[in-house]
């Protein structure tokens, strides 16, 4: 009954999250009806009075599209015909009346959780600010916002083999299975929340609010279990 994009969408190994553009009725259809009843997750701006989190955080990278789409875990774009940007493959598309409606592919997307083999403490201040820097990678590297203290000091030598599989993935638990060669993090595009504990393999695992309002943890070498449960 969803027709094409409900039919392609639904087909997609989860997790992944969209981004809708375009003010025309179908994509408001899409924005309002077709997100809430298939439950897919979408990256919109909030409406408020006053500027949360998660605006912020859209508002730091406003600029850079690309690291927007990477760090919100956006792996299909849906809008009008005819963009064109090497990152955004045309994967499908269909007509809505006088719309034709394109699902685009962004090529360049970040797992919803990977590990990292880099990592820094996140100076006081701005917190959003850091995310748009050039110099910032988030492929190699995530900001912790914790004491220096309070982190496991980088090692000297980086992981180089690292992987991380979700083999559950609920609105209240999560269960990844990774392995890195060296001590690394896993971040989680997910937002941070302390009412979630995470643990590695059955034991209590240091859960960080990172990259402004994300999760990251610290995983040592080796082939683990880790678990996130609300």
Not at 23 to 52: A, C, G, K, N
Not at 78 to 89: E, T, V
Not at 157 to 166: N, T
Request: net charge positive; hydrophobic share 40%; charged share 25%.
């Amino acid at each position: 009954q969803g027709g094409p994009l409900a039919d392609f969408l639904n087909s997609q190994p989860t997790p992944f999250r969209i981004k809708i553009v375009g003010e025309e009725p179908i994509f408001q259809y899409i924005r309002q009806v077709m997100t809430l009843y298939y439950r897919w997750e979408h990256i919109e701006p909030t409406v408020s009075r006053t500027l949360d989190d998660f605006a912020l955080f859209m508002q730091a990278l406003s600029k850079d599209p690309k690291r927007l789409f990477q760090m919100t875990n956006v792996r299909y774009i849906i809008g009008p015909a005819g963009f064109k940007d090497s990152l955004m493959k045309p994967v499908e598309s269909f007509t809505a009346g006088k719309t034709t409606v394109m699902i685009y592919q962004f090529m360049d997307p970040l797992a919803r959780y990977y590990l990292v083999p880099s990592w820094r403490p996140a100076p006081a201040g701005d917190r959003f600010q850091r995310l748009a820097d050039p110099d910032f990678d988030p492929k190699k590297e995530v900001w912790i916002h914790a004491a220096p203290s309070a982190l496991p000091p980088v090692p000297a030598a980086r992981a180089s083999r690292m992987s991380c599989r979700i083999d559950q993935y609920r609105w209240n638990y999560i269960k990844l299975t990774v392995e890195t060669d060296q001590p690394a993090m896993l971040v989680g595009l997910d937002r941070f929340d302390t009412d979630w504990q995470a643990r590695l393999d059955g034991a209590p695992l240091a859960l960080y609010p990172a990259n402004a309002m994300l999760r990251a943890c610290p995983i040592p070498p080796g082939r683990h279990t880790v678990e996130f449960k609300l």
